[in-house]
C-alpha cells in the first residue's frame, strides 16, 4: 500500500496581502493570505445569493463585487480568482 503524501500549501498562497479599497469591502482591511481572501469572497457570494441557479460556477456581481471585477456583471469562478489576484498587494 501506498502512503498517501499530504499536499504542502504553496508558500506564496500563504503569504499575507493587502487588499485595496474595492477589495476590502468584501474580505476586511487586513493583510490575509489568498487562501482566506477566496474563502471570504466565497461567504460573501453565498450570504448574498450572487451564484447563477443555473450555472453555479457564474457568479453575478452585485454593485460591490462589479468595482472588483472590473465592471463585469457576471464572472466564472476561474476569472473570479485571476480578477480578485489585481486587488491584492504585497
Do not use: C, S
Not at 498517501?4 to 500549501?9: A, F, L, S, T
Not at 456583471?73 to 476569472?79: H, I, R, S, T
Amino acid at each position: 500500500m501506498a502512503q498517501e503524501k499530504k499536499r504542502k500549501p504553496n508558500p506564496a498562497f500563504m503569504k499575507p496581502m493587502r487588499p485595496d479599497d474595492a477589495l476590502a469591502k468584501v474580505v476586511g482591511p487586513e493583510p490575509k493570505p489568498r487562501t482566506e481572501v477566496t474563502k471570504k469572497l466565497w461567504d460573501y457570494i453565498k450570504k448574498n445569493k450572487l451564484q447563477d441557479p443555473t450555472n453555479k460556477r457564474m457568479i453575478v456581481a452585485d454593485a460591490t463585487l462589479k468595482a472588483v471585477f472590473g465592471g463585469k456583471a457576471a464572472v466564472n469562478m476561474f476569472e473570479m480568482t485571476k480578477l480578485v489576484n489585481k486587488h491584492l498587494k504585497k
